[in-house]
């Protein structure tokens, strides 16, 4: 393939999103510890610009009126050298498996984003098969109706995968943007997750989720037979590499991530009473936070300084505040009734929780100081679990929702417009809700299958996709991709 960079007559710089004629709309965003932890250092997966043209160089538009951008991402190209031949090697043998896989990963975390029309597989086929050997010819790719074409080549070199990756826009028969990764040969899917979270970010400044991780309570099958206890899990956004970051066959519940994504607190009975501790998941370690009183559902605010929880230390379950070391602890709800599961706005001036002062559970709000409390919820019988939704540009908290003596169902109330739609219905009962960091998705806990089990679903209740199937799962929280430090620099 031609890799030239496009360098044409001068225009004002602009966004790729804006370039390609992309609007995403609503969708574009501006620890017994189980030590060590390998599967949790972050990969060293590193980056250098290929090929790339620089911002502001020209302008196209691939789109039609009306219609969905259709991208295609058919399998990566296996290579060993500028030939484009596959050496007879150990890992030769092992790239084209990697590169399908590469290519599979990524189209399904493209697809998940919901951000394009992912053109159907059956026909790649067509395109290739109208090409030249070893040649990209948009005129036959836009025939089978693509707009955007993601294409790579990989190699195996010392014991690492090099991936070169070009995003084309077909219309104008341009590379829009490339990049070369590198990365450890076992980490074939987070290279793909990262691929995916950085043609996003370029092609529409869309914050991904391919990165993030989804924490969890868990009683299953270990190593060791079934737990008598939960343990604390984590697994990726799509359900795959489910970990213990607890082993201590205790109860271990409601995990919540620090903002970086790099530590869990969580609840556990460990010595008896519950008590409030502390992961630092990339180093295998952990510490109790808080335990000389009865502490529940922790949540971390988003400048990762302080953490609200629930405890009953001065005789009723009241919502305190503590810095992250433990410290500075104050009380922030005063009332006989019980007030739990507090949530954070994303701003972290306010805190949703549960209270049943009024009789029946329902979902209030306060300043972060603990005034101006005011009551949210006014529709359904009993109300639990709040989470708010992290986006800026959507006010709205998640909840669970007992509607006329059915089963708990996740509604959404918008501040904005103070109404509430319902996102799940008919089908067991729906708990537990969580934000992804971008506010565009949701888990949750349902028994729609039978026992717990942990769900994702889009924003609008759409894409109801299970998670786990081993054992039962409960309470997920979904945190955010570790930041550049953990991930390791580009060079």
């Known amino acids: 393939m031609n890799r030239r960079t496009v ?31 390998p599967f949790l250092v972050p990969e060293a997966i590193h980056m250098e610009a290929a090929a790339q043209t620089a911002p502001g160089d020209w302008y196209l538009d691939i789109t039609r009126p009306g219609a969905p951008v259709r991208i295609a991402i058919p399998d990566f190209t296996p290579r060993t050298d500028g030939s484009g031949a596959v050496e007879p090697s150990t890992e030769s043998a092992e790239t084209p498996a990697a590169a399908a896989e590469l290519a599979s990963v990524l189209h399904d975390d493209i697809a998940y984003a919901g951000v394009y029309r992912m053109l159907p597989r059956r026909f790649y086929s067509i395109a290739e098969a109208g090409s030249a050997e070893g040649a990209l010819d948009y005129y036959q790719w836009e025939s089978v109706g693509a707009d955007i074409l993601v294409d790579g080549d990989v190699r195996a070199e010392e014991g690492d995968l090099v991936v070169e990756v070009r995003l084309h826009a077909v219309r104008a028969q341009e590379v829009v943007f490339a990049r070369r990764y590198r990365a450890p040969a076992d980490a074939r899917r987070a290279l793909a997750h990262r691929i995916a979270d950085d043609i996003l ?50 109860l271990n519940i409601t995990p919540s991530w620090s903002p970086d994504g790099t530590a869990l607190t969580y609840i556990s009975y460990r010595e008896g009473a519950p008590a409030l501790y502390l992961a630092f998941l990339y180093q295998g370690r952990g510490q109790k936070l808080i335990g000389d009183f009865q502490s529940f559902t922790p949540a971390w605010s988003p400048d990762g300084r302080w953490i609200a929880f629930t405890s009953n230390r001065d005789g009723q379950s009241e919502i305190y505040l503590a810095a992250v070391d433990g410290s500075q602890l104050r009380r922030l709800t005063s009332h006989d009734a019980i007030d739990v599961a507090p949530t954070w706005s994303p701003n972290g001036r306010l805190i949703a929780f549960t209270s049943d002062r009024t009789g029946s559970p329902q979902i209030y709000v306060m300043d972060r100081d603990g005034l101006n409390l005011r009551r949210v919820s006014f529709e359904g019988s009993w109300n639990d679990s709040p989470a708010w939704s992290p986006s800026r540009q959507h006010s709205e908290i998640a909840y669970a929702s007992r509607i006329e003596r059915r089963p708990f169902d996740i509604v959404v109330h918008d501040f904005e417009t103070r109404q509430t739609r319902q996102l799940t219905t008919g089908r067991g009962s729906n708990e537990s809700p969580s934000w992804a960091p971008n506010g565009l998705h949701l888990v949750f806990t349902s028994n729609r299958t039978g026992d717990d089990q942990i769900f994702s679903m889009h924003r609008d209740g759409s894409n109801p996709t299970q998670l786990t199937r081993e054992g039962r799962n409960s309470t997920p929280r979904w945190g955010s991709a570790p930041g550049p430090t953990a991930l390791g620099g580009a060079r």
Not at 9 to 24: C, E, I, K, N
């Open 7 to 37: 360098c044409l007559r001068r225009r004002p710089a602009r966004s790729l999103a804006a370039r390609l004629g992309v609007a995403f709309g609503g969708a574009a965003l501006a620890a017994g510890f189980a030590s060590p932890l």
């Open 201 to 250: 970010l370029q092609a529409g400044s869309y914050q991904g989720v391919a990165r993030t991780r989804i924490a969890f309570s868990t009683s299953r099958e270990g190593r060791r037979g079934r737990t008598p206890g939960k343990e604390i899990y984590v697994m990726d956004y799509d359900g795959h590499g489910q970990r213990p970051v607890t082993a201590n066959g205790s």
